[in-house]
């Protein structure tokens, strides 16, 4: 069984910054790719960063001002939030592309969320 535990969320003032961390756990064989959704109420979940063979992705809203680092001894991934805004404001997931044997195909996993909330 595969478990992706959050961290690190908050209230932060405008301007602030924040980092999140999540570490998968479990029967992991390999892991392809890690990344950072986004969703705010009302609106769809959106990638905020991914990260696959040490390769970097961020939507313009955030390119700048966030940076996604991966710790692969410990399955962690980090999420450095700078500048952070009002419309930052979002539950954030974490993702994991993971195989759990050499035989399985790679599914997605997803962490329980962790509240940002920007606000003076």
């Known amino acids: 069984q595969v478990q992706l535990v959050e961290s690190g969320g908050g209230l932060v003032q405008p301007g602030g910054s924040l980092r999140l961390s999540c570490a998968a756990s479990?029967?992991?064989?390999?892991?392809?790719?890690m990344g950072w959704y986004r969703q705010a109420p009302g609106k769809q979940r959106e990638l905020v960063a991914i990260?696959?063979?040490?390769?970097?992705n961020y939507p313009d809203s955030v390119k700048g001002r966030f940076t996604i680092s991966r710790d692969y001894a410990k399955n962690t991934v980090y999420l450095q939030m700078n500048s952070l805004k009002p419309e930052d404001t979002a539950v954030y997931y974490c993702?994991?592309?993971?195989?759990?044997?050499?035989?399985?195909?790679?599914?997605?996993?997803w962490g329980q969320g962790t509240q940002v909330t920007v606000s003076s």
């Open positions: 993702n994991a592309a993971i195989r759990i044997t050499v035989a399985t195909t790679t599914i997605n996993y």
């Open positions: 990260t696959r063979s040490g390769m970097t």
């Open positions: 479990g029967s992991i064989f390999s892991i392809s790719a």
